[in-house]
């Protein structure tokens, strides 16, 4: 079994950052990819951003290209989302995920609001 757990969440004022985390810790026997979801009310849960384990290179939604940056810790098995300039459109739930051993986990969800 692998547990992903997540942080980093809050309310921030537009323009405002914020740094997501998630950790994944068990049966973890290979990582092909990590990276984030995000849902908002109403709306389908999108691609925010992943990180290939195997060379490092990156996807980010084109919305929020030049603003969110993933990193990895390849020790930790933790990936960071560093999102600066953020907009009240960020505002959802992110989801970090993991894809290993062909099969996806999912982590809890923290949510980000962007209001002032």
């Known amino acids: 079994q692998v547990q992903l757990v997540e942080s980093g969440g809050g309310l921030v004022q537009p323009g405002g950052s914020l740094r997501l985390s998630c950790a994944a810790s068990?049966?973890?026997?290979?990582?092909?990819?990590m990276g984030w979801y995000r849902q908002a009310p109403g709306k389908q849960r999108d691609l925010v951003a992943a990180?290939?384990?195997?060379?490092?290179?990156?996807y980010y939604l084109d919305s929020v290209k030049g603003r969110f940056t993933m990193s990895r810790d390849n020790a930790k098995n933790t990936v960071n989302l560093q999102m600066i300039s953020l907009k009240p459109e960020d505002t959802a739930v992110y989801y970090c995920?993991?894809?290993?051993?062909?099969?996806?986990?999912w982590g809890q969800g923290t949510q980000v609001t962007v209001s002032s």
């Open positions: 990180l290939s384990w195997s060379d490092g290179s990156t």
């Open positions: 068990g049966s973890i026997f290979g990582i092909y990819a």
């Open positions: 995920y993991i894809y290993s051993s062909g099969q996806i986990y």
